[in-house]
């Protein structure tokens, strides 16, 4: 029995090794409910590393939004710019700005915030070598061209746009008039850092320090973060509980049965699927209010066969195809809202949003829309085919449902058909490399609540998220006219009458403006989300 | 037996390479995964050449393929995008996932060998044809929808537990998601012992170990047992690195930050790193567990034996 020994001691051995690695794991606090006056809240795994000027997707603005102040703050119920560290933005020009910084502001280090917390961030945010996925927004500032030039090496470490006048004073020149400018600077990218990010970067990651009214007690990446009420806050939007937990869920399925079983306190977004009960499940405790998103449907105008004469025709035809109440009411079960414009009801009338501004080409006319594809030439291609990526935000629904109702309109079974992709990599990488040979999904959820932001990025020649590569040379007239208009609402008009251009050439079918979703429990009050579809976490109360 | 061992590790070396390469592979198929870190627009061309530079994709992937193999042999799996070294991501998800597969192969051995014993020795009894016609269910019903109905029966109506698991994922937390993670492969052990059971159950050592006079209890377990068990020690084998890797379904209905979660979340942000990463270390659970199967065989049965 001499082998038999052996083995049985080879595999007691590895059996104790196996045992050994399961016990190593583990030791991290955390879990439950947190504290008495803590909101838990469900949360996504941030994509991007937590730095202001490098995250730009909702679960890591999210942190940011309360752990940073900038130099504005949109009102959560008007969207509307409000100073927050500003004490005053001066121009005379719509191109030189003078910034003046409240004075008396601190980190939750102790460093006190001053002009030059923001003059560094902005420096670092815009610099190629640091990487920063948001560091366009710093494109604006004189000298962007020379700290992050399209190809090559920066041949300058700051902007020269940016000069500190005193402790509390900066200016900024931008490289061409932009009169919104002082409204865009409520963004998390434009948010003041202080030394001890650049001191010790790595640990500032591992632990962000900020200056707005929460500090981060803990984090462990990928599961929680621990946010606790800031009290030496100077602001007058102080926390109004103790602090919140942000919990990562694997599902928003899971995260929304946690909130039902009375073990979570917050989800703001409540699965697609959860839609139907959501009423029966929370009663009043459901929230759902437009957001600054709206959907459209791209076209590839870098294919020939979408952009030749009378195709505008075809356009407008398949936007007149599309029953966009039906497919609100019955697939999103009014999370959605029929779109009648570019932009999104948020903005308010005063900042440009225009109901109806589409008209007929947004309504539902099948046989009108049959008319009108005919008349320019008929379906490229003889088919439709709708891109989207399959991976997320469940998109074959409606895509598949936008199809049912262009083949209705056409008398066409095979009019229309959804092109599922993988991955929203892939999608997107298609999408850059202009692969794309029909329509595809196109969603847009706004930086700031400014009309700006929903045309020319969008729209403008070579824009950046001019993905279909539209191009027309009124419409970015208007636009340069409507940036350098230092009266606030000619500059709007203006950008309306640039929206005017994008319907008449329907450069894009707009779908529908979009919901934020949120549920929560009997433990929290005044909950709310603001025009980003995020919850205004420092303002909920906890009983 | 020594070289019997050596041998089957350095068998694994060529399997190793194989797998990752082809995982690498398939990965860098799917395209440029810096299109998809912007978010709905397009990264900035400087940006996205500067990433691109850090995270090597623009080399030839041969090359890609060289220096990853060259770091992970120095213990480097690279960086995730969100900033996070994968060496740190294996080393929060895997404890957690090895917690669950060992209460889930704890379950496997414990009701499924049992179960099968059971029936197996009332071959055609009902105890047999009610575990039976169990296993049956067990094996049809998906496994998503029996950690749905679970979660929502004991999480939300009785609140015996909670729905979801703590970052913590304790030993207690995750008797239910292993429970619902195991059942299918425990209904495979019952049925397996059950058979095998009932077959060895008329062998010649069985009705000599009787003849002989042996406790009922002492034939069963030392003769009868211990001879079945084989089949069942290599369907358990087999499966600890089926349950690591295919665990995703589990793992998000429950809220389990392992070792399928992250390998999801790599898929969908295709981070070649984590992906590759995470593969790499199944791939090489698979072997040794492989490994341990066949070192058991000489345990059991001292017949079989490598020299």
């Known amino acids: 029995m001499r082998g038999a020994t052996h083995a049985r001691w080879a595999a007691a051995a590895a059996a104790v090794a196996l045992a050994a690695t399961a016990c190593g794991g583990g030791g991290s606090n955390g879990g439950g409910g947190g504290g008495s006056g803590v909101v838990s809240s469900s949360w996504g795994d941030p994509q991007n590393p937590l730095e202001p000027a490098n995250t730009n997707e909702v679960q890591g603005g999210k942190v940011l939004d309360m752990i940073f102040r900038g130099l504005k703050r949109y009102d959560a119920k008007t969207g509307a710019a409000q100073d927050m560290l500003a004490q005053k933005i001066d121009t005379s020009d719509s191109q030189n700005f003078t910034i003046t910084v409240k004075s008396g502001w601190k980190f939750s280090n102790g460093e006190a915030v001053t002009a030059q917390s923001f003059v ?19 494109g604006y500032i004189d000298g962007y061209d020379k700290v992050h030039p399209d190809t090559g090496t920066q041949s300058a470490d700051k902007l020269s746009g940016l000069k500190v006048t005193g ?20 963004y998390v990218a434009y948010a003041p850092l202080p030394k001890a990010f650049f001191d010790d970067h790595a640990a500032w990651l591992k632990k962000p320090v900020g200056n707005g009214p929460y500090s981060v007690d803990s984090y462990t990446k990928g599961s929680l973060m621990s946010l606790r009420k800031w009290d030496g806050y100077p602001g007058t939007d102080k926390a109004q509980n103790d602090g919140v937990d942000l919990k990562v869920y694997t599902d928003n399925n899971t995260a929304y049965t946690d909130l039902i079983a009375g073990n979570l306190d917050l989800v703001d977004d409540v699965p697609a699927s959860q839609l139907k009960n959501v009423k029966s499940d929370l009663g009043g405790r459901y929230i759902n209010t437009p957001a600054g998103i709206i959907q459209t449907l791209a076209f590839p105008f870098y294919d020939k066969n979408w952009d030749k004469s009378g195709s505008e025709k075809v356009r407008k035809g398949l936007s007149m195809a599309i029953d966009r109440d039906q497919i609100t009411n019955t697939i999103f079960q009014k999370t959605r809202t029929p779109a009648t414009d570019w932009t999104s009801p948020v903005l308010g009338k005063a900042g440009g949003f225009q109901d109806g501004l589409c008209g007929g080409s947004c309504t539902y006319n099948p046989t009108e829309a049959k008319k009108l594809i005919q008349e320019g030439g008929g379906l490229p291609g003889g088919q439709l085919k709708i891109s989207y990526n399959a991976d997320t935000g469940s998109h074959k629904e409606w895509v598949d449902a936008v199809c049912h109702s262009v083949n209705n309109a056409m008398g066409d079974d095979k009019a229309c058909v959804g092109n599922p992709i993988g991955t929203f990599a892939d999608f997107r990488n298609q999408i850059t490399q202009h692969k794309m040979s029909g329509p595809f999904r196109a969603g847009w959820q706004m930086d700031y609540p400014l009309i700006q932001n929903f045309l020319q990025p969008l729209y403008y020649t070579n824009a950046s998220s001019n993905d279909g590569k539209w191009s027309n040379k009124d419409f970015d007239k208007l636009v340069d006219r409507a940036n350098a208009e230092t009266d606030r609402a000619k500059a709007v008009s203006l950008f309306q009458q640039a929206e005017g251009v994008v319907r008449d050439n329907m450069a894009a079918i707009p779908l529908w403006y979009q919901n934020g979703s949120a549920g929560y429990s009997d433990r929290v009050s005044n909950v709310a989300l603001n025009q980003f579809s995020v919850p205004v976490y420092n303002e909920i109360k906890v009983s | 037996m020594g070289r019997y061992v050596i041998r089957r590790l350095l068998q694994m070396i060529p399997v190793f390479i194989g797998a990752t390469l082809l995982i690498f592979l398939m990965v860098n198929v799917m395209g440029d995964p810096i299109a998809g870190l912007c978010g709905e627009r397009q990264c900035d061309p ?27 042999f120095t213990g480097d799996f690279g960086t995730a995008f969100n900033g996070q070294p994968v060496t740190e991501l294996m080393g929060s998800a895997f404890p957690v996932t090895i917690r669950l597969t060992i209460v889930a192969i704890l379950f496997e051995i414990v009701i499924g060998i049992t179960l099968g014993v059971i029936t197996g020795l009332r071959r055609g009894r009902p105890v047999d044809s009610g575990v039976l016609l169990l296993t049956l269910v067990v094996i049809s019903v998906p496994t998503f929808v029996t950690g749905l109905l679970l979660q929502l029966l004991l999480g939300v109506e009785w609140g015996w537990i909670k729905p979801s698991v703590s970052p913590d994922a ?7 998601p292993g429970l619902v993670l195991a059942s299918v492969s425990l209904a495979y052990v019952t049925r397996l012992t059950r058979t095998s059971i009932a077959e060895n159950r008329r062998s010649d050592y069985v009705r000599t170990a009787v003849a002989k006079g042996l406790p009922r209890r002492r034939v069963i377990t030392k003769h009868l047992l211990r001879n079945s068990l084989i089949p069942v020690v290599t369907f358990i084998g087999t499966d600890i690195g089926a349950l690591m890797g295919g665990a ?16 999801y979340q790599g898929i969908l942000r295709q981070n070649t790193q984590t992906v590759v990463g995470f593969v790499t270390v199944l791939v090489i659970v698979f072997l040794v567990a492989n490994l341990l199967v066949d070192l058991l065989y000489a345990v059991l049965d001292p017949r079989i034996r490598y020299a």
């Open chain 2, 248 to 263: 995703i379904v589990t793992e998000r209905i429950f809220n389990i930050h392992g070792v399928g979660y992250q390998l």
């Open chain 2, 170 to 176: 304790a030993f207690g937390e995750l008797i239910v």
């Open chain 1, 120 to 138: 560094d961030a902005w420096n670092y945010g815009a610099s190629l070598k640091n990487n920063q996925k948001n560091a366009y927004f710093f």
């Open chain 1, 167 to 186: 402790t509390d004073t900066f200016t900024v020149k931008l490289n061409q008039k932009f009169s919104t400018f002082p409204d865009t600077l409520g």
């Open chain 2, 46 to 72: 400087a940006t996205a050449t500067q990433l691109r530079k850090e995270f090597g994709l623009d080399q030839p992937v041969w090359q890609q393929y060289l220096t990853y193999m060259g770091n992970v």
